[in-house]
T-cell receptor, first 113, second 113 residues
Framework: DADVTQTPRNRITKTGKRIMLECSQT?????MYWYRQDPGLGLRLIYY???????NKGEISDGYSVSRQAQAKFSLSLESAIPNQTALYFC????????????FGSGTRLTVV | AQSVTQLGSHVSVSEGALVLLRCNYS??????LFWYVQYPNQGLQLLLK??????LVKGINGFEAEFKKSETSFHLTKPSAHMSDAAEYFC???????????FGTGTRLTVIP
């Protein structure tokens, strides 16, 4: 099994629908992150969490919410999906310091029509 | 404030030729620097990282990068390109104690047979 698992891998949804992307990890890392990737823009941080009670907004949190259900689980929700949220979404984890880098999931490709 | 600039969104090289992917960073303190690779339909995988131990860092698959403080650069090189190197490459920076990594916009490497 992968260290960081994202579900679903692909999803097509309609404008206005609520959708949840899930991430689970077996690394035992405290820190978890959600990024979106858009062509030409690289990866941009949506939310991050240092533990179950510590949730922080990233640079592009508008239109998104998150839930840290347990140390190993971190979900991203789009309350009312819009077409410009079409992107590749990545979950990542890190140890107590990011200086060792991230472990990434395989990504969720989301299309909002 | 920390940031990363990757010069060249697309780079093409012939098989067997030198690979050079450029990354310049901005950081107010000594940074931690990373190169990640993303193969088609996959997540990001750590290639190598600079954590101040040595300025020349060797990574996986024959890649290496040199930290040059005077030039604020961390360029990625490989002496001889292989077809399997075709992928997108991301440079990332973290200042010590930072909460997350900041990514560049990526460079897509094409290897021509």
């Amino acid at each position: 099994d992968a260290d960081v698992t994202q579900t679903p891998r692909n999803r097509i949804t309609k404008t206005g629908k609520r959708i949840m992307l899930e991430c689970s990890q077996t690394k035992g890392h405290d820190r978890m992150y959600w990024y979106r990737q858009d062509p030409g823009l690289g990866l941009r941080l949506i939310y991050y969490s240092f533990d179950v009670k510590d949730i922080n907004k990233g640079e592009i949190s508008d239109g998104y919410s998150v839930s840290r259900q347990a140390q190993a689980k971190f979900s991203l929700s789009l309350e009312s999906a819009i077409p410009n949220q079409t992107a590749l979404y990545f979950c990542a984890t890190s140890e107590r310091t990011v200086n060792y880098g991230y472990t990434f999931g395989s990504g969720t490709r989301l299309t909002v029509v | 404030a920390q940031s990363v600039t990757q010069l060249g969104s697309h780079v093409s090289v012939s098989e067997g030729a030198l690979v050079l992917l450029r990354c310049n960073y901005s950081s107010s303190v000594p940074p931690y620097l990373f190169w990640y690779v993303q193969y088609p339909n996959q997540g990001l995988q750590l290639l190598l990282k600079y954590t101040s131990a040595a300025t020349l860092v060797k990574g996986i698959n024959g890649f290496e990068a040199e930290f040059k403080k005077s030039e604020t650069s961390f360029h990625l090189t490989k002496p001889s390109a292989h077809m399997s190197d075709a992928a997108e490459y991301f440079c990332a920076v973290s200042e010590g104690g930072a909460n997350n990594l900041f990514f560049g916009t990526g460079t897509r490497l094409t290897v021509i047979p």
